[in-house]
């Protein structure tokens, strides 16, 4: 068994096209299809233009925390 990972594209037609260079040929294969979205990593497109100052009604406020509890030193 061979295991092969790549990323690709699927276009608006929603057809995925594979060409695979393998090492065997002429001989029946058992094929397993994992399908998984891609993880895009950062923020949204416009995001910051669509969530500046949606808070300027109602600030956020942090109240009072308190005193700082003194604690025993660890070793």
Known sequence: MQ????????????VLKLELPLEVSDTDLEVLVVVQPKVKR???????????????????ERPP???????????
């Open 42 to 60: 950062g923020w949204p497109a416009g995001y910051f233009e669509r969530t500046a100052g949606s808070l300027a009604d109602d600030p956020i």
């Open 65 to 75: 925390q308190g005193e700082y509890e003194e604690r025993e030193t660890l070793l």
């Open 3 to 14: 295991t092969i990972k790549l990323e690709t594209y699927v276009g608006s037609d929603g």
